[in-house]
């Protein structure tokens, strides 16, 4: 009889999830014990809670390990992903399975995209989640996919046999790393065979491990992934300045999550207060902001960072907003017509306030509700009327939010309107709809200039006892050097840069370089 062990990972106010699981192991080894397969289910209840018990268990003898997720990942359940993730890259077992109760994709929280980084991290494009509604959704969703995993071993186990048939073959007691479960029995010259080719291997690799060491070379830790998160603004900002050179969307070992500037902040905190308690990070972050971050932006948590993490930013450069406005609703409003138009901070006022309280007759979009971007128009508005709140109006359903391929469809039709109707749009100069083009383009103009917005990159630098300087990835160099900050920085700045360190922070929690 085969042995299949489960693991279920999750919090533990999950527990109707877990016995949910343990159930459907139960029915399921029922089902294949006259295949020879019996299946068990173990959370932390089973080892007296202890945490390397847990670890054990998921590296040595767990063939799958199933994460429960409900908006949140603790730093348990985070310690045991990293292991199962650690040992599936490094032995090809256990298999992951990972099940998060779904969210409002257009109110993604700093949890949710620690966990969607945390994915990418460790497991890259290989693994990907799978939402669940309820309870019923979850143990349906989990049998298919367990039943799956049992199907496929089954087959690797014939596969095997009809290969070799010549060779005995059976099943292990606990197959925990796949095809490798099968033990064969084999004849004394094919095992000298199979020696000698181990031994030669064994030979090669020492030969290459030499050869490193005589070219001052050691082996290395695989690098951490670089996760980017923020707002697209951004992304398509550091396109323009580096005439297209650089797309973190497209940036070598790393990935991008679209998360509003206010959100990736926390994010970034999150981080640097977990990296207190592990002094471990699986990723490296960099956070794109169209806003500039300050002291208020982390009052809550700033205590819990003081002393051992700077958050470091470099200013980018302006970007300018820019209303898109409809070109039948602009003539309909009697607004300049011209390529590129500016209006007044009261005509914009005047303008949202209509779009407020007439959805039938214009459509509003703006991006995120904690975006940068948004926060410089709410600013713009209190100026005139503090009524008007962008994020109240998005609760309401008064204005929505659109993304850069957001359809024409959906900006005319968005509430249900059959012959389409016009749309308004706060983006910038570089965040709009790609998808369109029926539109004029307007700058705000208040307080005797044109409004723009700052645009950073923000990353963490974390103190060395050794010397109490603070020091940050040769990653974060690297992206730096492709932003030409060597080349606008000054160079006392740069040349503790080019060390990995930054400057005397003089106890600050955020330190800008620049601006």
Excluded at 74 to 90: M, Q, R
Excluded at 343 to 351: P, Q, R
Excluded at 367 to 384: A, C, F, H, P, W
Aim: glycine residues 4%; aromatic residues 12%; proline residues 2%.
């Amino acid at each position: 009889m085969a042995e299949l062990k489960i693991f279920i990972a999750g919090s533990k106010e999950l527990k109707t999830e877990r016995n949910g699981i343990k159930i459907i192991a139960n029915d399921l080894s029922s089902l294949y014990s006259s295949r020879g397969i019996h299946i068990t289910a173990n959370s932390y209840e089973h080892f007296d809670e202890n945490q390397d018990s847990y670890n054990r268990f998921i590296v040595e003898e767990a063939d799958i390990v199933v994460f429960i997720l409900d908006g949140y990942i603790g730093s348990k359940t985070e310690e045991e992903f990293i292991a199962a993730t650690k040992s599936l890259n490094e032995k090809n077992h256990p298999d992951i399975m990972i099940f998060i109760r779904e969210y409002d994709g257009e109110a993604i929280t700093p949890n949710i995209a620690r966990i969607q980084g945390l994915i990418a991290g460790c497991l890259g494009n290989s693994k990907y989640y799978v939402e669940y509604s309820s309870l019923e959704d979850l143990k349906t969703k989990a049998r298919e996919r367990i039943m799956r995993y049992v199907d496929k071993f089954e087959s690797e186990v014939l596969q095997e046999e009809e290969k070799h048939p010549f060779l005995t073959t059976r099943r292990t007691k606990n197959p925990s790393k796949g095809v490798s479960t099968i033990k064969t029995r084999i004849t004394f010259w094919k095992y000298l065979s199979i020696s000698l080719i181990a031994v030669l291997l064994a030979i090669s690799a020492l030969f290459v491990l030499n050869k490193n060491a005589q070219n001052g070379s050691e082996a290395k830790e695989p690098q951490s992934l670089l996760i980017f998160s923020g707002g697209g603004s951004v992304v398509d900002f550091i396109k323009s300045i580096t005439d297209n050179t650089v797309n973190v969307k497209e940036y070598d070992s790393s990935t991008y999550i679209n998360l509003p500037s206010g959100s990736a902040w926390t994010l970034l905190t999150e981080e640097a207060i977990r990296w207190n308690e592990k002094k471990t990070q699986p990723f490296i972050s960099i956070v794109l902001s169209a806003d500039r971050m300050d002291q208020s932006s982390i009052d809550y948590k700033a205590d819990n960072i003081r002393n051992q993490a700077c958050i470091t930013g470099y200013f980018l450069g302006y970007d300018t907003l820019t209303v898109y406005i409809d070109k039948e609703f602009a003539k309909e409003r009697h607004l300049p017509i011209d390529t590129i138009n500016e209006i007044s901070a009261e005509k914009f006022t005047e303008i949202i306030s209509f779009a407020k309280n007439n959805t039938d007759k214009v459509n509003l979009f703006t991006t995120n509700k904690s975006s940068g971007t948004l926060r410089m128009y709410q600013r713009i508005v209190d100026e005139v009327n503090k009524s008007l709140n962008f994020e109240d109006m998005l609760k309401q359903k008064q204005s929505h939010s659109f993304y850069q391929y957001s359809s024409s469809d959906y900006l005319h039709t968005l509430n249900g309107q059959k012959e389409g109707v016009p749309y308004i749009m706060l983006g910038s100069e570089s965040y709009y709809s790609r998808k369109v083009n029926d539109y004029y383009k307007y700058h705000i103009y208040a307080n005797g200039e044109i409004q723009m917005k700052e645009m950073y990159i923000y990353f963490m630098a974390y103190k060395n006892i050794k010397d109490d300087k603070y020091y940050f990835s040769p990653k974060v160099l690297d992206f730096l050097k492709r932003l030409g900050a060597d080349k606008t920085l000054p160079e006392d700045i740069w040349n503790e840069l080019s060390e990995c360190r930054i400057p005397d922070r003089r106890g600050n929690i955020i330190m800008h370089l620049n601006k």
